[in-house]
């Protein structure tokens, strides 16, 4: 599993309630990535960081932000959930000692937005 | 941008044969094409990739043959298992870091024994 944990692993949550989504990895790996996974759509990348501090955008970011303020920890936040945010979103990291296009994913938070 | 299709959807084999799943890209600048393997509420798991400077690549039971003229790669497992059962993605990307992998929608292999 490359060190990495996600929680809450299940969320139902109400339209308009604001909501964090934690990944933690234990390997000091540069690269985090947060995806979304829907059927009929395989996984898509919402944002990824590349350093503390320094996050950029993916292809489905409106609605998400994300912060890293340690290497170890990367936050996603649904300001104000939506029901179209209903999904299974996983994290994924690459690069200690590891090819740094290599991704590796955690085991998947399932959030229900109702 | 990259666009991934993968093909088949579904696909139900005997224990013991052989099962191939294909994708096709369209952004001729990707040179980096993993494969995962997705058992039922757990994350993807990494289970072999291929790079543009390579054809084939072999690890067991699994190999891939990647055609960058035609824009093609294949995933193809031989002797199947009952725990080869899965939902199995392909993907694609620049070989770069902070590069999204561009997935296909997934192949639902179930192998029967």
């Known amino acids: 599993d490359a060190g990495i944990t996600q929680s809450p692993r299940h969320k139902v949550t109400e339209t308009g309630t604001p909501v964090t989504l934690r990944c933690h990895q234990t390997?000091?790996?540069?690269?985090m990535y947060w995806y979304r996974q829907d059927p009929g759509h395989g996984l898509r990348l919402i944002h990824y960081?590349?350093?503390?501090?320094?996050?950029d955008k993916g292809e489905v970011s409106d609605g998400y932000s994300v912060s890293r303020s340690k290497t170890e920890d990367f936050l996603l936040t649904l300001e104000s959930a939506t029901s179209s945010q209903t999904s299974v979103y996983f994290c994924?990291?690459?690069?200690?000692?590891?090819?740094?296009?290599?991704?590796?994913f955690g085991p998947g938070t399932r959030l229900t937005v109702l | 941008g990259e666009n991934v299709e993968q093909h088949p959807s579904t696909l139900s084999v005997q224990e013991g044969d052989s099962a191939v799943i294909k994708c096709t890209y369209s952004?001729?600048?990707?040179?980096?094409f993993p494969w995962y393997k997705q058992e039922l509420g757990k994350g993807p798991q990494l289970i072999i990739d291929?790079?543009?400077?390579?054809g084939e690549k072999k690890d067991q039971r699994i190999a891939v043959t990647l055609n960058k003229t035609a824009k093609h790669f294949s995933l193809h497992i031989t002797e199947t298992q009952p725990e080869d059962s899965a939902v199995y993605f392909c993907?694609?990307?620049?070989?770069?870091?902070?590069?999204?992998?561009?997935f296909g929608k997934g192949t639902t292999l179930s192998v029967s024994s």
């Open positions: 291929i790079r543009s400077n390579v």
């Open positions: 390997e000091n790996h540069r690269y």
């Open positions: 994924a990291i690459s690069g200690q000692g590891i090819p740094t296009d290599t991704q590796y």
């Open positions: 952004d001729s600048a990707s040179n980096y």
């Open positions: 960081s590349y350093g503390v501090k320094d996050t």
């Open positions: 993907a694609a990307s620049k070989e770069q870091a902070g590069t999204a992998l561009i």
